[in-house]
């Protein structure tokens, strides 16, 4: 049975750090690569992180140089380590194991591109 578990939201102020964590279970990251998004409010489903099989990460535009995503294969866990955070990365955020592929979603937690995790909030004011 798969499952991805997130942890690590909170609230944090503008410039400040955060680490979400993603564990998984009953699946290997070959078959299934591991991705980051998020998701604002009115706002469609954002892809921040892309891993490949190697481990390496794509980043999209918007979290270049500030977000870093790594993953662990021994401990079945990916991370994402935020730092300089502004008031626009609030957000849920989401890991996801990509499986269907299917790429034409608007929200987050569309099961056509694989699976998900619960979601993680983050939320970033002074």
């Known amino acids: 049975q798969v499952s991805l578990t997130e942890s690590g939201g909170g609230s944090v102020p503008p410039g400040g750090s955060l680490t979400l964590s993603c564990k998984t279970t009953g699946l290997t990251f070959d078959e299934s690569p591991m991705r980051w998004f998020r998701q604002a409010p009115g706002d469609d489903c954002e892809l921040l992180v892309s891993?490949?099989?190697?481990?390496?990460?794509k980043y999209g535009d918007l979290v270049k140089g500030r977000f870093t995503g790594s993953q662990d294969t021994a401990q079945n866990t990916v991370y994402l380590q935020m730092n300089s955070l502004k008031e626009e990365d609030t957000a849920v955020y989401y890991c996801?194991?990509?499986?269907?592929?299917?790429?034409?979603?608007?929200?987050?937690?569309?099961?056509?591109?694989?699976?998900w995790g619960q979601g993680t909030q983050v939320t970033v004011s002074a």
């Open positions: 891993f490949g099989g190697d481990g390496s990460a």
């Open positions: 996801a194991a990509e499986r269907g592929g299917y790429r034409g979603f608007r929200n987050c937690k569309d099961p056509r591109f694989g699976f």
